[in-house]
């Protein structure tokens, strides 16, 4: 699982396509949020940067609509 924690890492044009299909203006949240402390990376947190990454098989495969 990753999540985005710098401006530069999600495209200006997905985001904007994201704000306008949710209707979520996302530099309003960041204003909003501007008090919040960003948080440090964990340790190994960045592992697939490095290539050392272990991926589990998918346990069940799921079925096509």
Partial sequence: ???????????????QTRDRHFNVPSADKKKNRASIPAPQSQPGADAWQTGSVTQLPALMKRKQH
Avoid at 1 to 15: K, N, V
Wanted: charged share 15%.
């Fill in 1 to 15: 699982m990753m999540g985005f924690i710098q401006d530069s890492q999600l495209h200006t044009s997905l985001e």
